[in-house]
Nanobody, 115 residues
């Protein structure tokens, strides 16, 4: 079992920055890929960025060049640095981790970008 706890969301003006963190606890040895997803009201949950255990990254086209995903395996933590935020980035952001054949999700953190 893996538990994920996100933090770092909040309200920010357009053009601003936020850094999300997701800390994993429990049986964290050999956690695989981790990622950030978001879901805006009335929309489907979508991938924002993902990072493999070896550090390979993948980004949604809408955030390339603005967001950076990273992970600290020693701390079992994944980060999402979000710069040049836009109102359309407003959503609940969820952390996901792949571990021993299962996906685990955090409870989500709200990001609101005002225009």
């Amino acid at each position: 079992q893996v538990q994920l706890v996100e933090s770092g969301g909040g309200l920010v003006q357009a053009g601003g920055s936020l850094r999300l963190s997701c800390a994993a606890s429990g049986s964290t040895f050999s956690i695989g890929a981790m990622g950030w997803y978001r879901q805006a009201p009335g929309k489907q949950r979508e991938l924002v960025a993902a990072i493999s255990s070896s550090g390979t990254t993948n980004y949604a086209d809408s955030v390339k060049g603005r967001f950076t995903i990273s992970r600290d395996n020693a701390k079992n933590t994944v980060y999402l640095q979000m710069n040049s935020l836009k109102p359309e980035d407003t959503a609940a952001y969820y952390c996901k981790a792949y571990f021993r054949g299962f996906d685990y999700w955090g409870q989500g953190t709200q990001v609101t970008v005002s225009s």
